[in-house]
């Protein structure tokens, strides 16, 4: 594997989750599959779990590891060619990218989206530059529009716990709903994204799954106020129902999850937020919409705000995900990275 951005890059799912069940049995399986390579982990965006996440799995697979964080101690980067450098910015990424790639063997980058200009964050264009002018494996911590290393975790958590979800009907597929939630800040589409287009190819497997011992799908829900509808890119023929308690009704999984408008049904407020969350407060998930899921599991890919986006009382709850759900970074981190060093 030579890049990971979308879920195409990982392949067969079945096999991609018995691969991350073979990590977590043993994590040090591949310890010496890394041996004398290096990892070079670029942060233009702050982080906490996927900073700690990638460096383990880079460890646990006996590799080298660089984190540079690009906006505290290197010089400032210019990303755009073409353009006048008589600003801040000291060095153009177009020298920075492939001096990188020389000290390294595999390249992850951590961008997120700038909000203003829908049409260079949807090109990828910082992650893209990497792929073409590192000469190495680049794969996304979370990019302008994606993050899939939190997908696969989320995946992962998802098909271990199916297994225990109650069945109220026989052959049932497992609903999973992602639901938009308030927020005080314009935060970028990545995760809701990845999330959408990695539950929609998930949903196309009709025995991915378990659930009372025999193999199952997923049914995928979305929820939101109107005018937050995300890429058809990702999120493809997936179901979006507006009434926030119908999509929750019979549940298994809740997903929840901030994103400022993607600018597909109102291009002029890409990245906006469309209305005051004072007024939409009511889209917290707490114990009013949890009561009507099927014993429903709460996930969050965290840094999350309580109270704003899910209330003390539900994350607190025994049916919270939140800590596996971000444990299971490492595990998806060390699939992706064993695959990139086989293929060097
Ligand atoms: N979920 C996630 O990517 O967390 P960080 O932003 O802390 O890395």
Redesign the pocket.
């Known amino acids: 594997m030579k890049t990971f951005l979308n879920v195409q890059d990982l392949g067969d799912l079945k096999q991609a989750l018995a691969e991350a069940q073979e990590i977590k049995n043993d994590r040090y399986k591949y310890c010496q599959l890394g041996k004398n390579k290096t990892a070079l982990l670029v942060f233009f965006n702050?982080?906490?779990?996927?900073?700690l996440s990638t460096q383990k799995a880079a460890q646990n697979l006996g590799m080298n590891v660089i984190v540079l964080d690009v906006n505290a101690g290197a010089w400032k980067l210019e990303t755009e060619r073409g353009v006048i450098m008589d600003s801040d910015k000291s060095e153009h990424l177009l020298e920075a990218i492939p001096v990188m790639g020389s000290y390294c063997d595999i390249i992850g980058i951590r961008s997120f989206a700038g909000l203003t200009d829908r049409e260079y964050d949807y090109a990828e264009t910082v992650y893209n530059q990497f792929v073409k002018y590192s000469g190495r494996p680049v794969f996304a911590m979370?990019t302008a529009t994606v993050?899939p290393l939190?997908a696969f975790a989320d995946l992962i958590t998802i098909a271990e716990t199916a297994p225990q979800q109650p069945v109220r009907q026989p052959g049932k597929p497992i609903k999973v709903v992602m639901t938009w939630a308030p927020h005080p800040k314009c935060l970028p589409q990545a995760v809701p994204n990845s999330f959408a287009e990695w539950m929609v190819a998930a949903s196309k497997e009709a025995s991915l799954l378990q659930r009372d011992g025999s193999e199952t799908g997923i049914e995928f829900v979305i929820t939101h106020p109107k005018g937050y509808e995300l890429d058809p890119k990702f999120v493809g023929d997936a179901r979006v129902e507006y009434d926030q308690m119908k999509a929750f009704e019979g549940a298994d999984f809740i997903y929840a999850k901030n994103w400022s408008c993607p600018g597909v049904t109102c291009p002029d407020k890409y990245g906006q937020i469309l209305e005051d969350y004072h007024n939409l407060l009511d889209w917290t998930v707490s114990e009013r919409q949890m009561a009507v899921t099927n014993d429903g599991k709460f996930m969050h890919?965290?840094?999350v705000r309580r109270n704003m986006i899910v209330t003390d009382d539900v994350i607190e709850s025994a049916n919270s995900l939140v800590i596996p759900e971000a444990a299971n970074r490492e595990i998806s981190a060390t699939v992706v990275l064993k695959r990139m060093l086989l293929s060097l």
């Not at 702050?46 to 900073?51: A, E, I, K, Q, V």
Request: aromatic share 0%.
């Open positions: 702050n982080s906490l779990r996927t900073r979370e993050h939190q890919c965290l840094p």
